[in-house]
């Protein structure tokens, strides 16, 4: 395929060179402003899920709102144990 079109474009060697760098440009404008686009909904990149219910409950599963090394009565429910510009927790008191 590729030999194929390299025979078809004209102009000599600096001609197919820069057929074959158009041609390249403009599948990949093609893949990114309209193939990319339409495929992104259908698509589950965004549907993340953690924990299913299917897990066991026992004395092995824990919190998921426990702070590690922290005192879980120092955050509110919507509270998260990091800070969201750093991505470091917080300094436990031990």
Do not use: C
């Not at 041609?23 to 093609?30: Q, R, W, Y």
């Not at 702070?67 to 800070?83: A, F, K, T």
């Amino acid at each position: 395929m590729y030999a194929w079109i390299w025979r078809k474009l004209p102009f000599g060697l600096w001609g197919k060179l820069t057929g074959s760098l158009a041609l390249v440009t403009m599948v990949g404008a093609l893949l990114w402003y309209v193939v990319f686009p339409w495929a992104t909904p259908l698509l589950p990149f965004d549907d993340v899920q953690v924990g299913t219910g299917t897990e066991q409950s026992g004395p092995a599963q824990q919190d998921p709102n426990a702070v590690p090394g922290g005192d879980d009565s120092l955050l509110g429910p919507d509270e998260i144990p990091y800070d969201e510009q750093s991505n470091e927790p917080h300094p436990s008191a031990s």
